[in-house]
Antibody, heavy 118, light 108 residues
């Protein structure tokens, strides 16, 4: 069955960096575009970034552009989110999600929590 | 602002029908998808494309689209349908995505 498992979250000071990972299993990972979506405590969903199936196309929300970098390793079925220059407002639960028809996001992980605090 | 708007909250009596709307310019050229999120859980896709339901989603969930508005309808709402519902669409630039602010559905 399809599984997405995020890791790498934690508590970090402002301006520091963190790298999130999302390990995929149960499907042909290299055939799918992947996304990161975040949710601040008590708030709604915010699309963060996407990467095409082959890693050649990457897109970012304006709120993270220039600070976050999405990448993937198809040999390890893993997508990453490198987060630099973290801000207090980046505090959120970060989900990875698989892109499906529509387009839509048909599978989500359980998320990894990032807390940015001094 | 995501560019998509949703009513913050709606309520529905058990077994009745409720419609949630999502409005935005991007919906004139892109189809919305809809997600259910129960407290403490990851979002779940309930509708994608032109009124398609993933496997396991009950038939009481349906959608419609007109102009700049997409609507999610729950016909015969059940207690387990109480959740936050988010719409999502590709943005007008075809590269970004946006979620609506979400609608909290309360089943009375």
């Amino acid at each position: 069955q399809v599984q997405l498992v995020e890791s790498g979250g934690g508590v970090v000071q402002p301006e520091r960096s963190l790298r999130l990972s999302c390990a995929a299993s149960g499907f042909s990972f290299s055939a799918y575009d992947m996304h990161w979506v975040r949710q601040a405590p008590g708030k709604g969903l915010e699309w963060v970034a996407s990467i095409s199936y082959d890693g050649n196309n990457k897109y970012y929300a304006d709120s993270v552009k220039g600070r976050f970098t999405i990448s993937r390793d198809n040999s390890k079925n893993t997508v990453f989110l490198q987060m630099n220059g973290l801000r207090v407002e980046d505090t959120a639960l970060f989900y990875c999600a698989r892109e499906f028809a529509g387009p839509s996001f048909d599978y989500w992980g359980e998320g990894t929590l990032v807390i940015v605090s001094s | 602002s995501s560019g998509l708007t949703q009513d913050p909250a709606v309520s529905v009596a058990l077994g009745q029908t409720v419609r949630i709307t999502c409005q935005g310019d991007s919906l004139r050229s892109h189809i919305a998808s809809w997600y259910q999120q129960r407290p403490g859980q990851a979002p779940v896709l309930v509708i994608y494309g032109l009124n398609n339901r993933p496997s396991g989603i009950p038939g009481r969930f349906s959608s419609s689209n007109s102009g700049d508005t997409s609507s999610l309808t729950i016909a015969g709402a059940q207690a387990e349908d109480e959740a936050d519902y988010y719409c999502n669409s590709r943005a007008s630039d075809n590269s970004h995505y946006a979620f609506g602010p979400g609608t909290t559905v309360t089943v009375l």
